[in-house]
């Protein structure tokens, strides 16, 4: 039993498109993905700084599935609809 890395591969797909954007959204009391080791991953990625800003983040006081939070939930609809209004313009 092990942790996954992603970043490896989060990496390549944006040397290979520099215009992919990613969200990211995590729950304060996520115990199978903290919070705050996704944040360690994101800032140790290894990008060009430009690239750093293809990254949004979504905070939200739930665990895991955040989804089934009414608060998250409606922070979480918000948040990815601006993420997607907000790569449509770039």
Same mark, same amino acid.
């Given at each position: 039993?092990? +942790?996954?890395?992603?970043? #490896?591969? $989060?990496?390549?797909? @944006?040397? %290979? =498109?520099?215009?992919?954007?990613?969200?990211? &959204?995590?729950?304060?009391?996520?115990?199978?993905?903290?919070?705050?080791a996704?944040? +360690?991953?994101?800032?140790? #990625?290894? $990008?060009?700084?430009? @690239?750093l %800003? =293809?990254?949004?983040?979504?905070?939200?006081? &739930?665990?895991?599935?955040?989804?089934?939070?009414?608060?998250?939930?409606?922070?979480?609809?918000?948040?990815?609809?601006?993420?997607?209004?907000?790569?449509?313009?770039?």
């Amino acid at each position: 039993n092990g +942790y996954v890395d992603t970043s #490896i591969a $989060l990496r390549n797909a @944006l040397a %290979r =498109n520099p215009y992919l954007k990613i969200f990211v &959204a995590m729950g304060y009391y996520d115990m199978a993905t903290p919070y705050w080791a996704v944040d +360690y991953t994101l800032h140790h #990625i290894s $990008l060009d700084p430009m @690239l750093l %800003r =293809n990254f949004s983040t979504g905070y939200y006081e &739930a665990g895991h599935m955040m989804y089934i939070d009414e608060k998250s939930l409606g922070k979480l609809r918000a948040d990815v609809g601006k993420f997607i209004e907000n790569a449509q313009r770039k």
